[in-house]
């Protein structure tokens, strides 16, 4: 018989990539969590982990049964869902992240349209990056997340997750109000190839988004400030330090002298829901997603 909690010690390992954050998230030290795996692999007469390097890696055998494994989890899921049939009514804590701008623009206005039509549904909202949601999913700790896109998230066809797209973020030219191509309706992102830009740090999702707009449009932008926040990178525009591409979706402080200016070519990230698979049904995260839906085609009119 498999031990289900020593399975999720094995599964922790191959979502974080080593056993020492493996045991950080799972709050076992990493002496543990290797003597979990140890007994796991002496259960089932087979080799879990072998070294690579100074480290580890999983065997084939950890490769096959963490396949079994993701789909437990999501018939799991399923169980639940199963047991509380009779239970149509979204009820209970509904627990969601995601974003800044996506908590701002999408899941605040959310958590108030299921209170107001669901008063046994308990809402509550975490700002998280996007790495950060795919492990707040895995361990438990939120129901749904609202994420973007990247190369590094986990893959779509992933069995421990379902991630669905929403809607796509169009980048903006945002400009000092007083610039030139202020007054354009739309502009080629090439005429802002000899400007100084301000551009998402280098570990910022967004970041690639940018690099990668402006290289389609035939240039490498002369970058000269980087911030995290893009209220932060508004307020270098509206000293005139520079332009840069923010998403529709953040919402920039009021009154600021920029302006911004679409974009030709509609560069874009896409931003996707997320849940683990299997759980996407059960009643309060499905009201959830169909207002998500719902708000999506205004949040970036």
Not at 46 to 71: F, K, M, N, Y
Not at 180 to 201: C, G, K, N, T
Not at 239 to 257: D, E, M, N, Q, Y
């Amino acid at each position: 018989m498999i031990d289900l909690r020593r399975l999720h010690v094995l599964r922790a390992v191959d979502h974080y990539g080593t056993v020492t954050a493996a045991a950080r998230a799972l709050h076992f030290t990493p002496s543990a969590a290797s003597q979990q795996i140890r007994q796991l692999a002496r259960d089932l007469d087979v080799d879990l982990l072998e070294p690579q390097g100074r480290g580890v890696r999983l065997t084939p055998a950890a490769r096959s049964l963490l396949a079994h494994a993701d789909a437990i989890q999501a018939r799991w899921e399923q169980a639940e869902l199963d047991l509380r049939a009779d239970r149509v009514e979204p009820a209970g804590p509904l627990r969601v992240g995601g974003l800044a701008a996506a908590v701002s623009v999408l899941l605040a206005p959310m958590a108030c349209r299921l209170r107001e039509r669901h008063r046994r549904l308990t809402v509550s909202i975490q700002e998280s990056g996007v790495p950060e949601s795919f492990d707040l999913l895995f361990e438990g700790e939120i129901d749904l997340a609202v994420v973007e896109a990247t190369p590094h998230n986990p893959p779509m066809s992933d069995p421990r997750f379902d991630q669905q797209p929403l809607l796509d973020d169009p980048f903006d030219l945002v400009v000092p109000a007083d610039h030139p191509l202020a007054e354009r309706d739309r502009v080629h992102l090439a005429e802002a190839a000899y400007e100084d830009w301000i551009a998402p740090v280098a570990d910022s999702p967004c970041r690639t988004h940018v690099m990668s707009a402006c290289g389609a449009a035939g240039f490498s932008p002369s970058v000269v400030h980087h911030a995290v926040e893009w209220n932060v990178t508004a307020h270098l525009v509206a000293h005139r330090l520079g332009v840069a591409l923010i998403p529709r979706l953040a919402r920039l402080t009021p009154h600021l002298p920029v302006t911004r200016v679409r974009c030709e070519g509609n560069p874009h990230r896409k931003l996707l829901t997320c849940t683990r698979s299997g759980a996407q049904e059960r009643p309060a995260i499905a009201a959830a997603l169909r207002v998500l839906r719902d708000l999506a085609p205004t949040a970036v009119a």
